[in-house]
């Protein structure tokens, strides 16, 4: 709790108090938390002088700011047109397989959540997916299992991508 | 390659941005109206996909009499199909950079904004490096102009402008009601210029070469070349900069697999084509030509005969009903809708005239819809339901 205060204050610094600082702090709470707690988003509002519910209805509107508890790495697999016509259902298949989660779920670890999402933009190397902020191309079953091994190995957390 | 098919390939875009200073330079040392007179008889259209005229968007900002103005560059680069904005960002950003600080000494604005769409997080570092550099440079030049990045979170509908601002302003990135338009009341409430990413790097062509270089490619109202994403069942799939007006016939003979049973073109928001229109439709801007003029923001998706109708328009709509803002019933309710139909046809719980009922709802949506989100679902739905009614239904 005093960690995400401490995280609001030093974002409220850096982007200041304005309404139009609202999606920058956001989006700074969930790099750092994964998530937007309702706690995360009352102090918000707080700190901002805006009610807790424009907060909860501006934060729930954008995809990419979640307000659910996520894994440390969040998964996010392409299903736009060219990327299932281009086999993204294997992958997805292969990763549900290899993570033991369904599309919405997280691992018991906190390690993974798996989620799809609308077009990345690389339909010219499709399939693809982001892990974090990370994006990998092409994905074939194989090419996948590959990737997420060696998240598996390295999941003590030494080489967290998300910074 | 059937002889006479050639596509006319254009390389301004990625050329070489190394004399970005003696633009800059070059065109600060011009009088504003010229800047705009030249844009204005190159005939540049907007290329995110509206295709409005980018001299005389200028032109309103330019004559705007507010001392706050922004100038925002727009890289929320969203609808399927399209991926042209990030390579220019990533190959030559400092074009965009440079035109946005032109448009900035042209209508008289001090601050400007890139608008990057969250899924391209990773483009941060780098864009902010050459942001650095640019700004070192206008103050070597004494020129006052500032740019920051603002990262979008993952909402196709805060590419509409009037949402975008919304969504910068710290607000749900829902559309607002046109007019104002932002050349008068934009970002902030104070007027804006906002244009692609693309079209910004076309006026950075248009300063260097003049507007005759530009004016002379592509055809009658849709001038000059544009960027556009090749992907789906081609051999070659990727970003290639082609003269506007081609044939969409010329197009596949170079880009299809051989088997090319249709073309979305224009993303999601856009219309599919089936082989019968190919030769008579052309790739541009609406005008008084003869056939079909197909606009576009680039997307070009390609389907050989593998590829089941039904699954394109399914996977079209749901993204519509993920992204629809929910802010106006006809495109928050049609959206849900127009899925639940299609699926009820193909479950054979409803019958084929279902169809219809649907394709009326899409005209209403297009009619009462208060964005281009929900006016424009209309495109493909129509355009795939009459000319594949029988994969809908069987």
New interface residues.
């Given amino acids: 709790m005093v960690a995400v205060l401490e995280l609001i204050d030093n974002l409220t610094d850096q982007y200041g108090r304005?309404?139009?600082?609202?999606?920058?702090i956001?989006?700074g709470v969930v790099q750092q938390e994964n998530y937007l707690s309702e706690y995360a988003m009352i102090e918000i509002a707080r700190a901002l002088n805006l009610p807790a519910a424009e907060v909860y209805?501006?934060a729930t509107?954008?995809?990419?700011?979640e307000y659910k508890k996520m894994g440390k790495y969040l998964i996010r697999i392409c299903?736009?047109?060219?990327c299932?016509?281009k086999g993204k259902n294997q992958v997805l298949m292969t990763i549900e397989d290899m993570l033991k989660i369904k599309v919405g779920e997280t691992t018991p670890d906190g390690m993974f959540s798996l989620l799809q999402?609308?077009?990345?933009?690389?339909?010219?190397?499709?399939p693809a997916m982001?892990i974090n902020?990370?994006?990998y191309t092409d994905l074939t079953p194989e090419k996948v299992r590959e990737i997420l091994s060696g998240y598996l190995n390295r999941k003590g957390g030494v080489n967290d991508t998300r910074i | 390659m059937t002889p006479g098919y050639d596509l006319k390939r254009v390389d301004f875009i990625f050329q070489n941005e190394s004399d970005w200073k003696d633009i800059l330079q070059k065109s600060l040392s011009r009088p504003p109206a010229e800047l705009i007179n030249e844009l204005i008889s190159s005939e540049l259209k907007g290329r995110g996909g509206a295709g409005f005229p980018t001299g005389f968007k200028w032109k309103l900002a330019a004559d705007e009499l507010n001392l706050i103005k922004y100038i925002i560059c727009n890289a929320d680069?969203?609808?399927?199909?399209?991926?042209k904005d990030?390579e220019i960002l990533t190959k030559v950003p400092m074009k965009v950079l440079t035109a946005m600080a032109i448009c900035g000494y042209v209508i008289g604005s001090h601050q400007a904004y890139i608008y990057l769409?969250?899924?391209?997080?990773?483009l941060q570092p780098a864009l902010n490096k050459a942001i650095l550099e640019f700004q070192a440079t206008c103050q070597e030049l004494n020129f006052d102009f500032r740019i920051k990045l603002?990262?979008?979170?993952?909402?196709?509908i805060c590419g509409e402008e009037t949402a975008l601002f919304e969504?910068?302003?710290?607000?749900?990135?829902e559309p607002r009601n046109k007019p104002p338009y932002p050349t008068s009341f934009g970002y902030?409430g104070k007027p804006t210029v906002i244009n692609n990413v693309e079209t910004l790097a076309h006026t950075y062509t248009i300063f260097k070469y003049g507007a005759k270089r530009f004016y002379d490619l592509g055809v009658q109202y849709s001038r000059g070349s544009k960027l556009f994403?090749?992907?789906?069942?081609t051999p070659k799939?990727?970003?290639y900069e082609l003269e506007l007006g081609m044939s969409l016939l010329d197009f596949v003979h170079d880009f299809g697999d051989g088997d090319t049973k249709a073309v979305q073109v224009g993303g999601?928001s856009g219309f599919l084509v089936p082989q019968k229109r190919f030769a008579e439709t052309t790739i541009g801007f609406q005008g008084k030509l003869t056939g079909i003029s197909l606009p576009t923001g680039g997307s070009m998706?390609l389907f050989n005969s593998s590829?089941s109708m039904y699954?394109?328009l399914d996977?079209?709509l749901e993204?519509f009903r993920?992204?629809s803002?929910g802010q106006c019933t006809p495109c928050r309710v049609g959206c849900q809708q127009l899925l639940n139909g299609i699926k009820a046809v193909k479950r054979g719980e409803k019958n084929g005239q279902y169809l219809d009922k649907l394709l009326r709802l899409t005209e209403t949506m297009q009619y009462t819809a208060k964005c281009g989100l929900g006016q424009s679902v209309a495109n493909s739905f129509s355009s795939i339901v009459e000319n594949f009614r029988e994969e809908m239904i069987y």
């Fill in positions: 304005d309404r139009s600082s609202l999606l920058p956001l989006q209805g501006t509107f954008y995809s990419f700011l299903k736009t047109i060219t299932s016509m999402t609308n077009c990345l933009g690389f339909c010219h190397m499709a982001l902020f990370d994006v | 680069e969203g609808e399927p199909g399209t991926f990030r769409r969250g899924e391209y997080f990773f603002f990262m979008g979170a993952g909402a196709y969504s910068m302003e710290g607000k749900r990135g902030l994403s090749v992907s789906g069942d799939p990727g970003i999601a998706m590829r699954n394109v996977n079209y993204f993920e992204e803002c």
